[in-house]
Nanobody
Framework: QVELVEYGGGLVEPGGSLRLSCAAS????????MGWYRQAPEKQRELVAR???????DYLDSVKGRFTISGDIAKNTVYLQMNSLTPEDTAVYFC??????????????WGQGTQVTVSS
């Protein structure tokens, strides 16, 4: 069981910035990736950004150029710097941890979620 704790959500005006942090503990040996998902009301959870243990990154198209994922998988920490926020970024953001099997990621833990609200 992997436990994940997130920090850093809140209320910000459009155009503003927030930084989310996440730390993993528990059965964290051989994590392959850590990432951030988000879920807005009445919408499905979507992958926002993922950082692999090899350093590669993946981003949701709508956040490319505005959000940056960073961290150290070996140290079980990941961050999400969010700039130029818009109301469409409003959602609960979840940290997750992945391992791989057969070349595919599978989730081994979720954080409790942190609310990000972008509003004037």
């Amino acid at each position: 069981q992997v436990e994940l704790v997130e920090y850093g959500g809140g209320l910000v005006e459009p155009g503003g910035s927030l930084r989310l942090s996440c730390a993993a503990s528990g059965s964290i040996v051989s994590l392959s990736a850590m990432g951030w998902y988000r879920q807005a009301p009445e919408k499905q959870r979507e992958l926002v950004a993922r950082l692999s243990s090899g350093g590669s990154t993946d981003y949701l198209d709508s956040v490319k150029g505005r959000f940056t994922i960073s961290g150290d998988i070996a140290k079980n920490t990941v961050y999400l710097q969010m700039n130029s926020l818009t109301p469409e970024d409003t959602a609960v953001y979840f940290c997750n941890a992945d391992k791989t099997s057969g070349g595919y990621y599978y989730t081994v833990g979720w954080g409790q979620g942190t609310q990000v609200t972008v509003s004037s």
